[in-house]
Structure formats: C-alpha cells, structure tokens
C-alpha cells in the first residue's frame, strides 16, 4: 500500500462523539509508513487533549453538525488534491455528508451513525445514548460520559477495567447539540444529516462491527444498501468480535489496513478540489 502518481496522497481521519483525534493516533503511523500525509482536525470547540476537555468542557456545548462539516471542508479545499475520508461513528455519518458535497476521492465510514432515510433506532443505540438524550436540557450542555457508560458503548468485548485505559485515554464530555441533531434526523425536514441519495459520488465503503451497541452492524448494513439507486459504489464488510472500539481495540491492524486497501482500489483519479 502506497500512494499512486494518480491516487490521493492524503488521508483525512475524522472522529466521533465522546472520543478527539487522540482515537487514531495508532491509523495515523501506520498510514504514514506508507507515504501518506494523514491529518486528523478535531471538531471546532473540541481542540484539545482529553483531559483539558474533561476538566473544562464548555466550548463542547456549542457545537453543531453544520459547523462540523463547514470546518471539514475548509480543510479539504486547502489540499493539493481530493484525499481518502475515513470516519468513525458520527465521524462516519459526517464522511458521507462531506462525499454528498462533492469532496472526496473515496471515503470509508467505520461504525457509522446513520443519516437521514435509515430509520433503524436498536434498544442498544438508546441504551448507549440515554445518558444524554434521556434529559432534553442535555442539548445546550457538554454532558460527560462514565467510566460504565463508556464501557457499555464502545468497550464491551473487554471488562470494566481492561475497559479503563481507553476511557482515560480517549473519552471527552459528549457535545449535545450532535446527538441531539442526530436522533432528530428522521423527523427533522431541515435536518444536516440529509444525503441527496440520487446522485453520484465518490466510492464509499461501509464497515461493521459485529458486537457494537452503538451502531450495531445490521444498521450500517442497510446504510450502505441504500446507496443502490445513486449509482454510487457503496460495499460494506463486518468485522467479527468488534466493539464500537473497532479502531482502537486489538486488532485494529486488520481494520486499517483493510480499510486502506479498498480506498486505494476504489478511489477516484485525482482531480482539482471542486468549486
């Protein structure tokens, strides 16, 4: 694996709720031994290592999916050439957004939270989610995550304390506003999480985890099939014994390197940046 002369040369990871770019820290060497340039921007108002947000998590509590995807995209229009989006979770859904718009030579979208048109809510998602949506005064707060919560929602192939080490490591207070927007999206008709699903776009590919409360993988499933009719490329593949902790639980080699391969097998030639 290796950038091509007419391939992308930069991967653009993108994180999810209740984690910063800290959760690819491992993806990031590994694609920058093959020669890629690879950044992963936090979330505006998420800058920051996890233990300053957790001490001070104000500036969570205003951001918003629209603020997301416009920082997002600032970011891609500054670069040489159209690079390979890899999202996880929220991190997913926003991969699929940034792809709608026209960005992208290929993007992969890992344990994704679904957007508009997949109607599918899993008691596990609700369980996962009820520390925040269970109170609607949560949406204007940076609600923080437990130790148990966290344990339930992404890590639980491990136990309570092998569990520990990643929530110390990579968990921040949720920001609201996203999973508030994101539990709406099937009701709200303004929602940013509409992707136009009859047009074209780079190739997506869709991975599942096999054990994950929070997306379970039948979900994601059906939100690669639902590309079928755009004449986008969209696959899907399950990763068997895999927690919503997929890239960053042992293992995560094989997720990597897989997910890698299929975007250089499936990216688009490189292009200028569209207007």
């Given at each position: ?92 859904a926003f991969v699929q957004l940034l ?177």
């Open positions: 694996m290796a950038p091509s002369p007419d391939g992308p040369n930069t991967i653009v990871l993108i994180h999810g709720l209740w984690m910063t770019p800290r959760i690819w820290e491992k993806w990031m060497a590994r694609f920058e031994a093959e020669g890629y340039t690879v950044i992963a921007p936090s979330w505006p108002g998420a800058e920051g290592e996890p233990e300053e947000l957790r001490a001070h998590p104000d500036a969570l509590a205003d951001i918003t999916v629209e603020k997301i995807l416009d920082h997002y995209e600032s970011v891609i229009r500054e670069l040489d050439r159209p690079p390979i989006l890899m999202g996880h979770s929220f991190g997913g792809l709608d718009r026209g960005l992208g030579a290929a993007g992969v979208a890992i344990s994704s939270a679904a957007v508009r048109g997949i109607p599918d809510l899993p008691l596990s998602t609700l369980r996962s989610t009820f520390g925040v949506l269970g109170n609607p005064l949560n949406f204007r707060r940076a609600v923080p995550i437990t130790p148990e919560q966290f344990h339930y929602a992404f890590t639980n192939t491990l136990t309570l304390e092998e569990s520990q080490p990643f929530y110390d490591r990579y968990s921040i207070p949720a920001a609201s506003k996203v999973l508030f927007e994101g539990a709406l999206t099937n009701v709200k008709p303004g929602t940013p999480f509409k992707v136009h699903w009859d047009q074209a776009r780079a190739p997506l590919l869709f991975i599942g985890a096999s054990e994950d409360h929070v997306t379970p993988a039948k979900v994601v499933r059906k939100n690669a099939r639902k590309y079928g009719k755009s004449g986008t490329e969209a696959d899907f593949h399950e990763f068997a014994g895999r927690s919503h902790n997929i890239v960053g639980q042992d293992g995560w080699e094989e997720v990597a390197d897989y997910a890698l391969g299929w975007a250089e097998d499936h990216a688009r030639p490189v292009a200028p940046v569209p207007a």
